[in-house]
């Protein structure tokens, strides 16, 4: 296992230990949220999860896990799920994995939502390491692109976006749409960002998670620390 996975271990071990019985909880999806729905299967609680991606659902009920709807819940307790990077005051890029959509549905539902990572995934400034994930609707995405582009240009990033293909064909989430990653670099102002994109017209979702998590648990080879939420 090598020092990145370790950590993933680690980090997705201490949010399952968070987790009380009788309670509804949100499982993430990517590479360090599998590592926390492994460690909370382990822990054999009787509690209610509501899946972000097929992905997680299959791993979860692999594991005997009691999976519920998003809609037969008036809300969730916590939710724990990973991220490609966490920024200052747990800003968040999202959606490497493709989920962004059903995270973000998720994430708005719970009452308190855990971002666990790795020590890479720890930037001074969002942008600078992974690209920007865009759900857009397949109808017309060219058309959608260029406007991406328009609004990424008047924020000031980067506006070199990028149709997600899987092999030969284009990468198609689980709610059947198309995925452009934008290469922004440095963005100063992710809240900004983040409105204009929801704003615009062939955009489903965007993975800009701005003032959602409450909290952030950080693994390092020294360990694993917390993040405060913004205040």
């Known amino acids: 296992m090598t020092s990145a996975d370790q950590q993933k271990k680690a980090v997705g071990k201490a ?7 009788g ?11 599998k590592f926390f729905v492994d460690a909370l299967a382990a822990r054999g609680l009787d509690i209610a999860c509501v899946p972000t991606s097929r992905q997680t659902a299959e791993q979860a009920e692999g594991l005997g896990m009691r999976l519920v709807d998003l809609d037969a819940v008036e809300h969730i307790d916590i939710t724990v799920d990973g991220a490609d990077e966490i920024g ?17 549905l998720v994430w708005t539902l719970s009452r308190r ?40 240009q ?19 989430t689980d709610n059947g749409n198309l995925i452009y990653d934008a290469q922004c670099g440095a963005i100063g102002d992710p809240g900004q960002l ?6 615009t017209t062939g955009v ?9 998590a409450t909290e952030g648990l950080l693994a390092t080879d020294d360990g694993v620390r917390s993040l405060a939420g913004p205040t």
């Not at 949010?15 to 019985?21: E, M, R, V, Y």
């Not at 855990?114 to 992974?130: M, W």
């Not at 489903?204 to 959602?212: A, K, P, Q, S, Y």
Request: net charge positive; proline share 5%.
């Open 23 to 33: 309670t509804v909880v949100g499982l993430g999806t990517g590479s360090t949220a």
């Open 88 to 104: 200052p005051g747990l800003a968040l890029i999202k959606g490497a994995g493709g989920a962004l959509l059903r995270e973000k």
């Open 113 to 152: 939502c855990i971002v666990i990572a790795d020590a890479s995934k720890h930037v001074a400034q969002l942008g600078t390491v992974f690209a920007l994930p865009i759900e857009v609707v397949p109808f017309g995405h060219g058309t959608t692109a260029a406007r991406i582009r328009a609004v990424l």
């Open 154 to 172: 008047a924020c000031g990033v980067g506006s070199a976006v990028t149709l997600r293909m899987k092999g030969d064909a284009p990468y198609l």
């Open 194 to 199: 983040a409105t204009r994109l929801k704003a």
């Open 204 to 212: 489903v979702e965007h993975g800009l998670f701005v003032g959602m």
């Open 15 to 21: 949010a399952a230990a968070l987790i009380q019985p």
